[in-house]
C-alpha cells in the first residue's frame, strides 16, 4: 500500500522527487491516445504516494512537422495530459533541450530555451504546468542568472544538476557526454542555486550527470561519490 512504502521511504530517510511522464508528446496519434488511456491510473497512484510532481521534455526538432505544426500539437497535447493530472492533483514540468549539437541535422527546429518553454505554458493555459529545469540546459540555451532571477518559485517544477566538460566551446557540447556536478566549474552551478533559492523554489534538486565513470561503479560507490558531489556545491552555494 501508499502507507507501507512511505513508511519505508521515512525509515531510510528518504522522500520523493517525482516520476516521469510515461507519455511521448510527439509522434503516432494512436499511441498517444493509448498511453494517456493509463495516465489517470498512474497519476492517482502518485498522487496517493505523495509524488505529484511528472516531469517530460520536449525533442528540440522534427523531420516532418513545421515549428508551427509542432507547436500546435504539442500544446493540444500537453493540455489533454494537463487535465487528466489535475484531477489528481499532479503538476507537470517541461524540459527544452538546449544544445545546439541535438538539432544539427534535422529538418526544422523546435523549441530549445527556457523562452520556448514559457511560450508553451502560456498557450496550452494550465494553472499546473511549469519548468523542468536542467543546469545542462540552462548553460547549453546561453541562459543567464537573470532569467532564472525572473521567474517565480511557482514556475519551476523540478531541478537537475549537472557540469559540463571543459575546454568545449558551448555549442559543441553534446548531450549525453556531461560530468558530475561542480566537477569542472564550467557552469555555474552555485549562481544557478542561490537563484532558484531566490526565488522561492521549494522543489527537488536531482543530479542528472550522464557520467560514463558511474556505469563502471559498484552501485553504493556511485551513489556515494554523486552524493559528494551534491554536497559539495550544495555548500558552495550557501544552502
Known amino acids: 500500500s501508499a502507507a507501507e512504502i512511505n513508511s519505508i521511504l521515512e525509515k531510510k530517510g528518504l522522500r520523493w522527487g517525482g516520476w ?9 496519434e494512436e499511441a498517444f491516445q493509448k498511453s494517456l488511456e493509463n495516465l489517470p ?12 510532481r511528472a516531469y517530460t521534455w520536449i525533442t528540440p526538432f522534427s523531420d516532418e512537422l513545421t515549428f508551427e ?3 500546435s500539437l ?3 497535447r500537453i493540455r489533454a495530459v494537463a487535465e487528466i493530472l489535475d484531477e489528481h492533483n499532479c503538476v507537470l514540468g517541461l ?3 538546449a544544445p545546439k549539437t541535438s538539432r544539427l541535422g534535422h529538418k526544422y527546429e523546435f523549441i530549445h530555451d527556457m523562452k520556448g ?6 498557450a496550452v493555459g494550465a494553472n499546473n504546468l511549469g519548468i523542468l529545469l536542467d543546469s545542462w540546459h540552462w ?3 546561453h541562459g543567464t542568472i537573470d532569467q532564472i532571477l525572473r521567474l517565480k518559485g511557482k514556475d519551476v517544477i523540478y531541478v537537475h544538476i549537472n557540469d559540463a566538460p571543459a575546454g568545449i566551446p558551448v555549442d559543441e557540447q553534446i548531450d549525453n557526454i556531461r560530468c558530475l556536478p561542480g566537477e569542472t566549474g564550467v557552469i555555474d552551478i552555485s549562481g544557478f542555486l542561490r537563484a532558484l533559492k531566490k526565488i522561492g523554489y521549494e522543489g527537488p534538486v536531482t543530479p542528472e550527470p550522464f557520467y560514463k565513470k558511474l556505469k563502471e561503479m559498484p552501485i553504493r560507490d556511485a551513489v556515494l561519490k554523486v552524493s559528494e558531489a551534491v554536497n559539495k556545491v550544495w555548500r558552495s552555494a550557501g544552502l
Request: one cysteine or more; aromatic letters at 8%.
Open 74 to 76: 504539442h500544446v493540444k
Open 69 to 71: 505544426e509542432n507547436f
Open 41 to 52: 491510473s498512474i497519476a492517482e497512484k502518485a498522487h496517493s504516494l505523495g509524488c505529484s
Open 117 to 122: 518553454i514559457l511560450d508553451l505554458r502560456e
Open 95 to 97: 524540459e527544452f533541450v
Open 139 to 141: 548553460y547549453t540555451s
Open 20 to 28: 516521469a511522464l510515461p507519455i511521448r508528446l510527439g509522434g503516432d
